[in-house]
């Protein structure tokens, strides 16, 4: 081939490449620090944890008391089928029966919030107690409590049909890194394809046991 082709086919290449870095390199990666923009939700006037915002990490105290801390997903990564955090619990409860109402208390839950596409734009701007009254809302819980086999799913006591726990520690002090594949899960605990992630809760629950727990959540990404 004559310089003048290898110009042409390299002019070409050069105008392909965004094209096939777009198809070759992974999915968006989104870290989620922890830096004001969640906002606690109370399930009772007298009863709070204590959150601690640092950015990278997000320190918890729950003396006796059950909440949650919650933010919307940047539309950027609804479609996020990945999750990847650290966590670490220096004062547990006790293990319990998590499909117990009213019985159920765990160190830690992170609430992966999902609704059907066609709904994601009705939802913009309004509060978890909104989207948990949704019938079509589907939540994945993974849970830091309990007692039992890794990745067993447990019916939610309080989202009847609409949310599973994926158990991923027993109750107990430690440190982990953790990776779960939202796609899978949510497959094996509702039977279908997910539809758009709109939403993350973190919470802590000692109120049943009157325990204290003191644990730390950190390096929170989507991909």
């Known amino acids: 081939m004559n310089q003048g082709g290898v110009d042409v086919v390299s002019d070409r290449m050069r105008h392909l490449m965004p094209l096939l870095a777009c198809v070759l390199l992974p999915s968006t990666l989104l870290a989620l620090p922890f830096d004001g923009s969640w906002r606690e939700q109370r399930f009772s006037l007298f009863s709070s944890n204590d959150y601690t915002q640092r950015g990278a990490a997000l320190e918890i105290v729950s003396d006796g008391a059950v909440s949650l801390l919650w933010r919307a997903v940047p539309a950027e990564v609804r479609g996020a089928r990945q999750a990847m955090w650290r966590w670490q619990v220096d004062q547990s409860v006790p293990a319990t029966d998590l499909a117990r109402k009213g019985g159920d208390d765990r160190n830690m839950s992170l ?113």
């Open 111 to 223: 609430y992966f919030v999902f609704l059907p596409n066609d709904l994601v734009a009705e939802a913009e701007g309004r509060p978890i107690r909104w989207l948990l009254k949704r019938p079509e809302v589907r939540v994945l819980l993974y849970v830091w409590g309990g007692k039992g086999a890794r990745g067993r799913l447990v019916p939610s006591p309080y989202l009847l049909g609409q949310g599973t726990s994926v158990v991923l520690r027993d109750a107990g002090t430690g440190a982990f890194a953790e990776t779960v594949d939202l796609a899978t899960d949510y497959r094996r605990a509702f039977g279908h394809e997910a539809g758009a992630l709109v939403g993350l809760a973190v919470s802590s629950d000692g109120d049943d046991t009157g325990s204290v727990v003191r644990a730390t959540l950190s390096e929170l990404e989507l991909r």
